[in-house]
């Protein structure tokens, strides 16, 4: 048997064919879909995206214990296990989270990798003498003399792709593809090919906008393509902008997919090799008055998922769709029995097999949320998120691998650190317990809140519904409980 995980980050399933939107141009997805079984319900699990790599990795939740950071010391890395058990696993990206402090753990567990460098803020570009002119979305928010170090080397780095072949994504699947050109004959590997694409900033070239009819703002030198983690301030002309260049964005991942499916044609690869399409999560492009992610709820446009599997064992299910609730935490012990290999006990995800196959098995809930922010629960049907009840509380990091997002823990926040644990998924291990400080948001400011999917699929009208909320807060009770969260969560939350 042999494996492909095409991972995007930030790829909403309402900007898809498959899912119903009827303006976006993406005729892969739609191809894909055919040839693959369609999940409804896929939920995150951990928010954002390097705690979502952990629990893809891991097969276990993140958020109760840590935010971003590195794979563990003790946990359990599907990729590893594969490497270990005789399966090659090889790793294609230009995710750059992966080789900054806080992501510097993930590449190795696999037997290869191989990055690209340029998304976003990469430090990889020299180029002193550019001039930082374009306007963006945070114009009259932030000082544009002064723009920060990530929009400064992303404004470098757009120097050195200016044409299709040199931009990051189509470098990261023309890699991937040639891994599939000279191993397509052998047995037992696991390719995953992952973009960051389509996050922001929505850098696409004038070709991808093309493919719209719609006279964009600005020009190659003020572009607004790069909305903050905010409430909207900007116009509905801005808004209906950014939108169109995340969609052209979108486009471009389509395009390269269709690649994917192209040579899983040439090769005949739908003989023996699973294809798994995922994303970590979605993204707020102006609705419920937010951009972005990680300051607001985790409405559905953020939390709900695309999710494809074509599972050679089971080509009958081409075609067809699932209601049942399944999460990222599922992919690892997916992938490790298609090996004929079984998931450590520490791993909480299930095998999507029977599910693939119409037989369920699953989850009666999904719960997610972000570290020290609301928890979420849905059974498919409803979404309630859970606030804090005492948020003055202390929010605690529990890790043996200190690092924020681009940097490691600072003496100063290492100066009261407490030994605590070990928890029943750290293989014996102490681990420190860190008073959090640089938090990335905490959505506990917002109140609790329950909406019914069905009937107000906007998530406009709460719902007041106190023996439906006591289940939910039962459920996230439950769940804590099966994750051996901290102690002082459940009084934090209320729970």
Request: charged residues 25%; glycine residues 8%; negative net charge.
């Amino acid at each position: 048997m042999k494996c492909v995980l095409v991972m995007y980050d930030t790829l909403r399933r309402d900007y898809l064919a498959p899912y119903g939107c009827a303006w976006t141009i993406t005729p892969n997805f739609d191809r894909l879909a055919r040839h693959s079984v369609v999940f409804d319900q896929s939920w995150v699990g951990s928010m954002p995206c390097m705690p979502a790599r952990r629990e893809l990795q891991s097969g276990r939740p993140n958020f109760y214990h840590r935010s971003w950071g590195p794979m563990e010391p003790f946990d359990d890395s599907f990729p590893e296990i594969l490497k270990k058990n005789g399966i090659y696993s090889h790793l294609v990206s230009d995710h750059q989270h992966y080789w900054e402090d806080g992501g510097c753990t993930y590449h190795n567990r696999y037997s290869s990798w191989q990055a690209v460098r340029g998304q976003e803020g990469d430090r990889w570009h020299a180029d002193l003498g550019v001039t930082y002119s374009r306007r963006t979305v945070y114009e009259g928010r932030r000082n544009l003399k002064d723009p920060g170090p990530l929009m400064k080397h992303d404004a470098m780095n757009r120097l050195a792709m200016t044409s299709e072949e040199n931009t990051c994504q189509s470098i990261t699947f023309r890699e991937g593809l040639a891994f599939i050109e000279r191993n397509h004959g052998k047995d037992d590997w696991f390719l995953q090919i992952e973009t960051f694409d389509p996050h922001e900033p929505f850098y696409s070239l004038p070709s991808d906008k093309a493919l719209y009819p719609y006279g964009f703002i600005g020009d190659d030198e003020a572009d607004f393509d790069w909305p903050p983690y905010a409430r909207v301030g900007e116009d509905e002309e801005t808004v209906r902008h950014v939108r169109y260049e995340y969609a052209a964005l979108v486009s471009k991942c389509d395009r390269y997919l269709g690649h994917v499916l192209d040579a899983f044609d040439r090769y005949g690869l739908w003989k023996d090799t699973m294809l798994i399409v995922a994303t970590d999560h979605g993204f707020l492009l102006g609705e419920h008055g937010w951009w972005g992610k990680t300051e607001m709820p985790m409405f559905t446009e953020i939390s709900r998922t695309p999710l494809f599997i074509y599972d050679p064992r089971h080509p009958d299910s081409c075609g067809q769709r699932r209601e049942d609730l399944v999460q990222l935490m599922d992919i690892a012990p997916t992938i490790l029995a298609l090996f004929g290999l079984d998931k450590t006990p520490d791993m909480l995800g299930v095998d999507l097999e029977t599910v693939i196959e119409g037989k369920g098995g699953t989850r009666g809930m999904a719960v997610f949320g972000y570290h020290g922010s609301q928890v979420c629960a849905t059974d498919g049907r409803h979404l309630y998120m859970h606030s804090a009840r005492n948020p003055e509380m202390s929010v605690y990091e529990y890790t043996l691998m200190p690092t924020h997002m681009r940097r490691m823990f600072s003496p100063d926040e290492l100066g009261n650190v407490e030994l605590a644990g070990p928890f029943s998924f750290t293989k014996g291990c102490r681990v420190m317990r860190i008073e959090a400080r640089d938090r990335m948001g905490d959505t506990t400011s917002f109140v609790s809140a329950l909406y019914d999917l069905e009937a107000d699929p906007d998530q406009e009208r709460p719902v007041d519904d106190e023996d439906l909320v006591s289940r939910f807060q039962d459920e996230i009770r439950r769940d804590m409980g099966k994750n051996d969260a901290p102690d002082e969560l459940y009084e934090r939350l209320g729970l």
